[in-house]
T-cell receptor
Framework: GIQVEQSPPDLILQEGANSTLRCNFS?????LQWFHQNPWGQLINLFY???GTKQNGRLSATTVATERYSLLYISSSQTTDSGVYFC??????????FGAGTRLFVKA | NAGVTQTPKFQVLKTGQSMTLQCAQD?????MYWYRQDPGMGLRLIYY???????DKGEVPNGYNVSRLNKREFSLRLESAAPSQTSVYFC?????????????FGAGSRLTVL
């Protein structure tokens, strides 16, 4: 099956810093989603981005489907950005496969 | 709107006991899913229901059964719990269909099997 790899596995930032999270996938995908899991365990969908670029406030995401990767940009990070960021893909159908995540800690 | 509601939030079982996790969504979504999350890992798909009346296996279905009771409700049953099933379980739903698989998750159910 398709493999989803995220990097880095862990990231510590000072508040106000910028960061880039990467998601590589091993096969063509129909769809790609980015999620944020907050420290209380809640999963929030950030982007649904099979290709191209989207922006939402301080967050933006770019997927280059032909090269099988996606990037999540966090600008001017805040302590509330802490948590785990997951990339999830599907190859058509209903099986959405998750990467292992990037754990982010933003220091005040 | 409550979105996706899971019950119970916490449960402790002994090995061999059975239990059912309940999930309900009020967004009129067609598709529903059960995932498990283990420490340091992403979410793994257990079962899913593409539409009312259908269920299919995901990545890790062994030891579980599901029922799509109606369009709103999708339950996950452990017939004989094992310590390896200690995990956090998440239910999710989506509109379903091409380009409409944006997942909305419940708050999770933490299960411990002793």
């Amino acid at each position: 099956g398709i493999q989803v790899e995220q990097s880095p596995p862990d990231l510590i930032l000072q508040e106000g810093a910028n960061s880039t999270l990467r998601c590589n996938f091993s096969d063509s995908v129909n769809n790609l989603q980015w999620f944020h899991q907050n420290p209380w365990g809640q999963l929030i969908n950030l982007f649904y981005i099979p290709s191209g670029t989207k922006q939402n406030g301080r967050l933006s995401a770019t997927t280059v489907a032909t090269e099988r990767y996606s990037l999540l940009y966090i600008s001017s990070s805040q302590t509330t950005d802490s948590g785990v960021y997951f990339c999830a893909v599907d190859t058509g159908g209903f099986k959405t496969i998750f990467g292992a995540g990037t754990r982010l800690f933003v220091k005040a | 709107n409550a979105g996706v509601t899971q019950t119970p939030k916490f449960q402790v079982l002994k090995t061999g006991q059975s239990m059912t996790l309940q999930c309900a969504q009020d967004m009129n979504h067609n598709s529903m899913y059960w995932y498990r999350q283990d420490p340091g890992m992403g979410l793994r798909l257990i079962y899913y229901s593409a539409s009312e009346g259908t269920t299919d296996k995901g990545e890790v279905p062994n030891g579980y059964n599901v029922s799509r009771l109606n369009k709103r409700e999708f339950s996950l049953r452990l017939e004989s719990a094992a310590p390896s099933q200690t995990s956090v379980y998440f239910c999710a739903s989506s509109e379903g269909g091409p380009g409409a698989n944006v997942l909305t998750f419940g708050a999770g159910s933490r299960l411990t099997v002793l």
